[in-house]
Nanobody, 117 residues
Framework: QVQLVESGGGLVQAGDSLRLSCVAS????????MGWFRQPPGKEREFVAA????????SYADSVKGRFNISRDNAKNTVYLQMNSLKPEDTAVYYC??????????WGQGTRVTVSS
């Protein structure tokens, strides 16, 4: 079981930027795809972005396309989520997750992002 630890959340104003980080505990990190999800207050968890194991393929939810960028540094066992032009509707707890054979099977504890208007 891989452990994932997110960091980088906080309280920002609309239009600001934040970079979230997620560090994985295992060296095998470079062999699996990773994703970012978020859960807004009172809502279900939703997909935000994903990146392939080599980092050469990414995908984004329509709501963040053009504003967020997912990247990874396999030498540091870390995946990032750069969030620009933040909006109040981006307020959520953000989670990183490891993709297994049958879906995302390991999750971090989450980091809270609050965007004030």
């Amino acid at each position: 079981q891989v452990q994932l630890v997110e960091s980088g959340g906080g309280l920002v104003q609309a239009g600001d930027s934040l970079r979230l980080s997620c560090v994985a505990s295992r060296r095998s990190f470079s062999t699996y795809a990773m994703g970012w999800f978020r859960q807004p207050p009172g809502k279900e968890r939703e997909f935000v972005a994903a990146i392939s194991w080599r980092g050469d393929s990414t995908s984004y939810a329509d709501s963040v396309k053009g504003r967020f960028n997912i990247s990874r540094d396999n030498a540091k066992n870390t995946v990032y989520l750069q969030m620009n032009s933040l909006k109040p509707e981006d307020t959520a707890v953000y989670y990183c997750a490891k993709q297994g054979d049958y879906g995302y099977d390991s999750w971090g504890q989450g980091t809270r992002v609050t965007v004030s208007s």
